[in-house]
């Protein structure tokens, strides 16, 4: 079953299956994790020796107390809240120790969420949020970048530009923050204000803004007809039933008189799993489409998908990438790839084939952490790599046109002219 990975529902826990290399900032998330919400089916003890509450500590299933006790570390905790020279509350200490396991992971997508951080992270879930419009992703180093700011927003209508770093937030220096945390300070209350500092690295400038949030809602689709007979569509994150917008959007091109596709997922930073399969189903009949390996419920796990019988099978596609198509898009891109099935153009992608999934503690806050890695149909992991184009494009910011498109152009009409995939 695809929803095997981003779905199961029983009770008690709740599960976001993060599948993306950023998030949106801002404004809707719905396009990168609608989806990702599930249930976890191992219920928590919540018993207390003390009658006390103990918060996340009572998140422990009984499966993992019957193979070890926990009263060590509630000794240890107990010990050090009521003695260490520094006073610290039992939440300080549990944070501490949940993180002090994360650190033991090597994880660099892995981090422990506040009660506060962890609501303004599952709000980013729903279709409209209030922010500033844009669109980021966390890079190797750390830096927090613009991939893309949105039309008609704060950060839009400001200037605020693709490849702007975000260097401090209401003078917050955010140097060492997870990606998530940086979007909790970033997001807030519709008409409230928020000063960002950006360093532009194509001017060697820093510069603070002060934006006011606003609520607004982004659609995931753009679709228009390119020289009266090539669909373009730019693709802007996988999302439950997004594959349906698409093919409503390409069935109606198509009606219009459409002879080939130009799926563009450039600044795509992914979604969910299923529906990256379900894009890959448009337009295959048979074959594997991507290998998920990890662990669930103390099991190794192997789950694959194949593609089915699919609605486009005959019409031309490129898909254009760069590197800020992430994840998801990766996925879609390199199966489509892998199988023969389209010609890619642009920029080598992002390099990112590992699943995140973010479980909601007891006490309201949250644990994110790498469960899975995917394979492409060739059996090679994009992690930390990335896919190479067939055709390499690269856009700077100082051309002035489009030139990846118009390369894509260029090689799906040779493609509608009989040359075929090369």
């Known amino acids: 079953m695809k929803q095997i990975i981003i779905k199961a529902i029983v009770s008690i826990v709740v599960l976001i299956f993060v599948f993306s290399a950023g998030v949106w900032a801002g404004f809707s998330l719905d396009t990168l994790n609608i989806g990702f919400i599930g249930i976890n089916g191992r219920t928590p003890d919540v018993s207390s020796s003390d009658g006390e509450s103990p918060g996340i500590i009572s998140n422990i299933s009984s499966t993992i107390k019957g193979k070890f006790s926990i009263k060590p570390f509630q000794e240890a905790l107990e010990f050090i809240r009521q003695d260490a020279a520094q006073e610290y509350s039992r939440q300080e200490l549990l944070r501490a120790a949940i993180e002090g396991m994360l650190s033991l992971l090597d994880d660099r ?42 039309p008609d927003t704060p950060a839009g209508s400001a200037g605020i530009r693709e490849g702007d770093v975000i ?29 960002i500092t950006f360093y532009r690295p194509a001017d060697d400038e820093t510069f603070t803004v002060t934006l006011v949030r606003a609520r607004f809602y982004v659609p995931n689709v753009f679709a228009e007809m390119v020289d ?49 399969v379900d894009v ?37 596609v490129i898909v254009l990438i760069n590197g800020f198509s992430a994840s998801a898009s990766e996925l879609a891109a390199g199966a489509l790839k892998d199988n023969d099935r389209a010609l890619l153009v642009g920029e080598t992608s992002f390099g990112k084939g590992t699943v995140q999934v973010i479980h909601e ?6 644990l994110k952490f790498t469960t899975a890695r995917y394979f492409l149909p060739s059996g090679v992991s994009i992690d930390g790599v990335g896919i190479v184009p067939d055709i390499e494009v690269e856009l700077t910011p100082e051309d002035t046109e489009d030139i990846q498109l118009e390369r894509a152009i260029e090689e799906i009409k040779k493609m509608i002219e009989g040359a075929g995939l090369e």
């Open 228 to 276: 009266d007979n090539i669909a373009y569509i730019q693709y802007i994150g996988f999302q439950d039933d997004g594959a349906g917008l698409l093919d409503s959007e390409l069935e109606k091109l198509i009606d219009r008189g459409a002879e080939a596709l130009i799926l563009d997922l450039r600044n795509n930073l992914g979604g969910t799993l299923d529906d990256a």
């Open 361 to 366: 503690l007891s006490d309201g806050s949250g």
């Open 109 to 150: 997508h892995s981090d422990y969420f506040t009660v506060e951080e962890y609501e303004k992270i599952t709000e980013s879930f729903s279709g409209t949020m209030s922010g500033i419009g844009v669109i980021v992703t966390q890079e190797e180093d750390g830096r927090i970048v613009v991939v893309k700011p949105l």
């Open 280 to 316: 890959c189903d448009l337009f295959l009949d048979e074959g594997s489409i991507v290998t998920v390996r990890g662990r669930s419920d103390d099991k190794e796990r192997i789950d694959e998908y194949f593609a089915r019988e699919g609605k486009y099978l005959e019409i031309p």
């Open 167 to 195: 260097k401090a937030v209401d003078g917050v220096d955010i140097s060492g923050m997870v990606l998530e945390n940086v979007i909790a300070m970033i997001k807030g209350e519709e008409g409230t204000s928020v000063d």
